[in-house]
């Protein structure tokens, strides 16, 4: 005798031929009749979709708790930018506190030039100092 033919047997089970793994409990069922066994489907439905809906409020619970943490950093971050940029001088209209890049070109071309007088204007004086020290 296999575990089915037990089953069959036992008066509190019922086996469907449909469905052969599930098993009902007769209860007030009257042979012939599959609406305890509609029942018992429904009500597995009902307690799928009520653990779906439970899951989905805890899901979108966190995501608008990570929603509201993510805003709340970026208005705090925006207002450091904020008072950065108030304490800083800015020199241009552009708002990045720094000069163009022609600006800055032109400045050292000119310090250039500059230290290369300066080199030669030293060069002549180590020539002329030489000189008179050869001459004494």
């Known amino acids: 005798m296999d575990f089915l033919d037990f089953l069959k047997k036992v008066p509190q089970f019922v086996l469907q031929v449909e469905e052969p793994k599930l098993l009902v409990s007769c209860g ?7 609406q305890f066994l509609m029942d018992d ?5 009902r307690r799928k979709r009520e653990y779906i809906r439970t899951f989905m409020q805890e899901y979108r619970g966190k995501q608008r708790q990570c929603k509201e943490t993510l805003q709340a950093q970026i208005d705090r971050l925006e207002a450091r930018v904020a008072r950065y940029r108030k304490n800083t001088i800015l020199d241009d209209d552009s708002g990045s506190g720094m000069l163009p890049w022609k600006d800055v070109a032109a400045g050292l071309h000119d310090s250039r030039s500059e230290a290369s007088k300066d080199q030669r204007a030293l060069s002549s004086r180590i020539k002329e100092y030489e000189q008179v020290l050869s001459e004494l």
């Open 28 to 34: 007030n069922l009257r042979k012939g009749t599959n």
């Open 41 to 45: 489907v429904a009500a597995r439905q």
